[in-house]
């Protein structure tokens, strides 16, 4: 299933210059509705104010962490089915699986490029609407 570059995106990310380049990469996949935060209280009021089709959040953020921005999404009944990718630093298992077991619908460990961007994009897509047609039905 092809990702809908036409769905609006959440970039959570309290750097200024990371968040450009996670929003610019976005742009160079295709995507043309780019939206930020820079922390995850503000990304939670958005994401109950607007329609987003992706989040792509950091980890390491004060003083909602991505990891307990992602628990908020996962425990509302409006935002749960939203595909949440976290970007962070952090490349260690507990990691990984704590991030996982709150529901990311995938990870990304920086450094990391385009292509690999692109694809936890789409593993997140996919991820999310099959795990939603499982619960649905």
Known sequence: ??????????VVEDSRIMGQILRNL??????????????????LSKLRNEHYGLVISDWN?????????????????????????????????????AAKGAGASSYIVKPFNRETFKAKIAEASVSRTTEQAIFAG
């Open 26 to 43: 976005l742009m160079m996949i295709g995507f043309r509705r780019v939206d930020n935060a820079l922390d995850g209280t503000t990304a």
């Open 61 to 97: 953020m004060q003083p909602m962490t991505g990891l307990m921005l992602l628990q908020k999404v996962r425990a509302d009944p409006v935002l749960y089915g939203i595909p949440f990718v976290m970007v962070t630093e952090e490349s260690d298992l507990a990691n990984v699986t």
């Open 1 to 10: 299933m092809p990702v809908d570059l036409s769905m609006p995106v959440l």
